[in-house]
């Protein structure tokens, strides 16, 4: 078995399909987004497939020290271990590091957070399938660092996994850490779980940080304007309406002028000025 490459497994599959991607128009595109999923079926899969894996002697006797000190009593060593096992790379190291990810298994949140973080280094299909189990950890901190590590594991493949915690996530400190991930991925895919987000979840801030997103995918995605402008109608948050307005100015592209149109008519004065002037400013560039 060969360890020096950790990012070679996956790779091909992952290049096919984006070269796949290129061919679609955009409504093709929108269509073809990984969908939302229930990600418990997957966690037991894997969690299953890593018992397995320890029960019948399958790891390989190269890892298997390594493996050995994911065991150790001292958390420091199993820290050490976690690193060693995400330079190896690969996805056997992946399933490996169920064992310092899973909480029921790992007790050091600290041991955690390096697991998220090597998964992520790591990257390929078994490192996100991994990466899955800590979304529903009981510290948030892991939880945060899982999921800034599920964007370097499998960018759009990462998105479905990335919208379980925006969606399902009680602390809005990761709700918020999950729409800055789906922000730096940037592209069509980023565009579902934002605007759901802008309309279902509770909190304000969690909206307005999901309206500022678009704003920034759509100066390349123009899709986002339409994304903003279905979520202002019913938004009846005047900070929300005020960044939705602003947000579908960064798009600087005539597909937001109808719905700042809807603005320049809002019950409230700051977002009728703030709409008016967005509205030229768009007409300005053209």
């Not at 190269?62 to 690969?90: C, F, M, T, W």
């Not at 004065?269 to 002037?277: E, P």
Request: aromatic share 4%; net charge positive; glycine share 8%.
């Amino acid at each position: 078995m060969a360890f020096n490459n950790k990012h070679r497994t996956g790779f091909g599959v992952c290049f096919v399909f984006l070269m796949w991607l290129l061919t679609l128009s955009p409504c093709q595109l929108s269509a073809q987004t990984p969908p939302p999923q229930d990600l418990q079926p997957l966690n037991t899969e894997t969690k299953s497939k890593y018992t397995k894996a320890v029960s019948q002697d399958q790891i390989p006797a190269e890892l298997r020290p390594l493996y050995n000190q994911l065991l150790s009593r001292d958390s420091a060593v199993r820290i050490k271990a976690v690193q060693a096992l995400s330079l190896i790379g690969g996805p056997t190291s992946a399933l490996m590091l169920t064992q310092a990810i899973d909480d029921s298994l790992e007790g050091d949140a600290a041991v955690r957070i390096e697991a998220a973080k090597g998964l992520g280094d790591i990257g390929g299909r078994q490192a996100l399938r991994v990466l899955g189990i800590a979304l529903d950890d009981s510290d948030p901190t892991v939880r945060m660092r899982t999921v800034e590590s599920l964007r370097w594991a499998g960018t759009v493949f990462s998105v479905p996994y990335i919208q379980e915690a925006l969606r399902n996530d009680p602390l809005v400190g990761v709700r918020l850490e999950a729409v800055r991930m789906l922000r730096k991925i940037g592209t069509q895919f980023s565009i579902q779980p934002l605007e759901e987000a802008l309309v279902t979840d509770r909190e304000p801030g969690v909206r307005i940080a999901a309206a500022d997103a678009l704003g920034e995918v759509g100066k390349k995605e123009k899709d986002a304007a339409r994304a903003l402008g279905g979520a202002y109608t019913n938004e009846r948050d005047i900070g929300v309406r005020l960044e939705i307005v602003g947000s579908l100015g960064l798009i600087r592209d005539r597909a937001g002028l109808k719905f700042l149109t809807t603005a320049m008519n809002d019950r409230d004065l700051t977002v009728r000025m703030k709409a008016t002037q967005v509205y030229g400013r768009i007409l300005g560039l053209q």
